[in-house]
């Protein structure tokens, strides 16, 4: 179980939070000129990191805010928070096979 | 040659107090070059490697495991199969992977513990009860075998379950597919090992892949743990590290990975012979010929590589095994684990060539491929030796996501078996 510090509220049980998958991705800015490859990987391909991957989740159950997260995959350890439009941190990138 | 397996030589090795038994397989040095190498030592792994040799004539084949064989989610699974899928692709796909599990024993020569013992899936309220009724119609459309049942069947079919309307589930209806049943998990990665390596299969454990050597958008060579490995064609089956490799390879895969748990109790004697699922519940039992109640949970929704979920998950299953099933309230549980699934947007798996000429990809399976190993490797193998898809995997392609092509199997996948 994940204990993970919501910007607003600080630190919550995860089953307060809902997962909403890999963060950054920009909605394309020509969507009528925009290829099907291009909308299938806008929908759906997915960074799937095994290391440090940057996600959005919502206090779903709590104030309702997205925030981003950057955890590490493996051993689940959050690295940082950090709000919606900010840049993410600089991490050190662990790798694995 | 392998020897076969016999009443005969059970019979020899119990005079030498089964202490000569040869080796099920071999464990070779990998050479320098293959024709083929699959990636994944997993059940589906296995099965394409020894379809290759049966099927294809293709025996310059090697197995290349990171860990031991069936230490993935061939080994972690709650080992339901079946095959009442909702669309036509998919039905076709596993009842075809049905009919291989129906004489999987006698053709590798190992009992893999095959049991129809029926799988009976729970409507609890009136849009599972037409959904259920729908996926019954649709599954006897594609000559897969289902029937629905009232709850007076229900309590004829499987007596132990609570049917009083009490509770926060009450059962409403079922459907039952007789021919589905449970194997033994680790049988069939090691037959599949066994009747491989005996038509020529190198077997190599404890080997990660770690890259591939592409030139001109062709496959050359794998880098493993044991040094360079030239292939002309390669196969990806690593279920929930497929992203890892994919991306190794320079493509993405619309796949997550996620941790889904499983546990068992301490065993008990024979009280439940049949399989019973509740999709909306997230909770599936079955008990396994040790006697150990098997309960497979929900999974984790967030990207998970560490083969461990939360107990929150597990606690939602029980508490509603316990609901459909009170005499278990008593039960002390004796392992819980997890595998990491790799789980399509569709929930259905993808069968395919890459973007890479020789190397092709079998993942996407998620929380639900262990009844598909057979087809799944008889398949991909054809798609190998020949480098295009049989007529049963064509439509699960990889650009399906391009193309809007989907096979939604949500409802008949869920998270459930
Ligand atoms: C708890 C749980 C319950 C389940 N219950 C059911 C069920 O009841 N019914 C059902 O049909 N399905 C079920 N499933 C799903 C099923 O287990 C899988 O879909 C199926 O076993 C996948 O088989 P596989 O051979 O593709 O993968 P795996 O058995 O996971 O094999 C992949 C192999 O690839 C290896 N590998 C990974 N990376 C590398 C690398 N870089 N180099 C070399 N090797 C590598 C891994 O070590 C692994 O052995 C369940 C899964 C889990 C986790
Ligand atoms: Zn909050």
């Given amino acids: 179980m994940l204990l993970i510090v919501c910007p607003w509220c600080g630190p919550r049980d995860e089953s307060e939070f809902s997962y909403g998958g890999e963060a950054h991705i920009a909605r394309p800015k020509n969507p009528e000129k925009l290829s099907d490859e291009k909308w299938g990987d806008y929908v759906f391909m997915r960074a799937n990191t095994k290391g440090v991957l940057l996600e959005r989740w919502v206090h779903s159950h709590g104030c309702g805010r997205w925030f981003n997260v950057a955890r590490d995959t493996v051993s689940y350890r959050i690295l940082a928070v950090y709000r919606m439009g900010e840049k993410p941190p600089k991490l050190d990138k662990t790798t694995y096979v | 040659m392998t020897p076969r397996y016999s009443i005969f030589s059970l019979l020899r090795n119990a005079a030498s107090y089964h202490q000569d038994w040869p080796e099920a397989w071999r464990s070779p040095e990998p050479k320098p070059s293959y024709e083929v190498v699959i990636v994944g030592g997993g059940g589906h792994g296995l099965a394409t490697a020894y379809y290759l040799a049966k099927e294809h004539g293709i025996t310059d084949v090697a197995v290349i495991e990171r860990g031991w064989l069936g230490g993935g989610n061939t080994g972690r699974n709650t080992t339901i199969v079946r095959s009442n899928y909702l669309w036509d692709e998919s039905a076709q796909l596993y009842e075809h992977a049905l009919k291989l599990w129906e004489g999987l024993s006698q053709d590798l020569n190992y009992n893999v513990m095959f049991s129809q013992r029926g799988v009976m899936n729970l409507a609890h309220n009136q849009h599972d009860l037409r959904e259920l009724n729908r996926r019954v119609s649709a599954n006897r459309l594609n000559g897969v075998d289902s029937e629905f049942l009232t709850p007076a069947q229900i309590k004829a079919f499987c007596p132990i379950i609570d049917l009083r309307e009490q ?251």
């Fill in chain 2, 167 to 417: 509770g926060r589930y009450p059962v409403l209806g079922a459907s039952l597919q007789r021919r589905g049943g449970t194997a033994r998990h680790d049988a069939v990665a090691w037959g599949y090992a066994r009747a491989a390596d005996a038509r020529g299969v190198d077997i190599i454990q404890e080997c990660p892949v770690e890259g591939f050597d592409i030139e001109d958008g062709k496959i050359r060579a794998v880098r493993t743990g044991k040094g360079r490995i030239e292939a002309r064609k390669v196969g990806i089956v690593v279920a929930g590290h497929s992203s890892v490799l994919a991306e190794q390879a320079g493509f993405r895969l619309p796949v997550q990975s996620l941790p889904l748990q499983a546990l068992v109790s301490e065993p008990i004697k024979p009280i439940l012979d049949t399989v019973v699922m509740s999709n909306a519940v997230h909770a599936y039992i079955s008990q396994s010929d040790k006697g150990e109640l098997v309960i497979g949970a929900g999974v984790d929704h967030y990207v998970g590589y560490g083969q461990r979920g939360g107990i929150a998950v597990t606690e939602e299953t029980l508490a509603a095994i316990c609901e459909l099933f009170p005499m278990f309230r008593r039960m002390r549980m004796l392992r819980l684990w997890g595998g990491i699934v790799d789980v399509c947007p569709d929930a259905s798996p993808i069968l395919s060539k890459t973007p890479v000429e020789g190397l092709y990809i079998n993942c996407g399976w998620g929380t639900g491929g262990f009844k598909a190993t057979p087809g799944s490797g008889h398949v991909f193998a054809h798609t190998i030796a020949r480098d295009e898809p049989h007529a049963l995997n064509a439509p699960f392609k990889l650009d399906r996501f391009h193309s809007g092509f989907l096979i939604d199997e949500h409802g008949a996948a869920a998270v459930a078996h």
